[in-house]
């Protein structure tokens, strides 16, 4: 079993910049990809970001692309999140995930969820 806990929410300025982190505990030597989802009420999860285990590949959701940057830090088991030049329309709850099987676009494909941290964008 894995856990994740996700942290660094909070309330961000339009153009502002806020970067969340998760850390997994747990079974963490499976060297398993992670990735980021956000959902607003109402609405499926979004696919946000993921990343392999050595962190050469990443993809990006395209509502995001060229703002967030996702990273990830092995030795500390942890994941990040940068997000800049943020919009009231990023305003959700950002889930981290872990070990996907399939495909890693749909939020079927993961096995592991945080508890999500709240990001709102808002002035």
């Known amino acids: 079993q894995v856990q994740l806990v996700e942290s660094g929410g909070g309330l961000v300025q339009p153009g502002g910049s806020l970067t969340v982190s998760c850390a997994a505990s747990?079974?963490?030597?499976?060297?398993?990809?992670m990735g980021w989802f956000r959902q607003v009420p109402g609405k499926d999860l979004e696919f946000v970001a993921s990343?392999?285990?050595?962190?050469?590949?990443?993809f990006y959701g395209d509502s995001v692309k060229g703002r967030f940057t996702i990273s990830r830090d092995n030795a500390k088991n942890t994941v990040y999140l940068q997000m800049n030049n943020l919009r009231p329309e990023d305003t959700a709850v950002y889930y981290c995930?872990?070990?996907?099987?399939?495909?890693?676009?749909?939020?079927?494909?993961?096995?592991?969820w945080g508890q999500g941290t709240q990001v709102t964008v808002s002035s």
């Open positions: 990343i392999t285990w050595t962190g050469t590949v990443t």
């Open positions: 995930a872990r070990d996907p099987e399939g495909t890693f676009t749909s939020p079927t494909a993961w096995h592991y």
């Open positions: 747990g079974r963490t030597s499976d060297n398993a990809p």
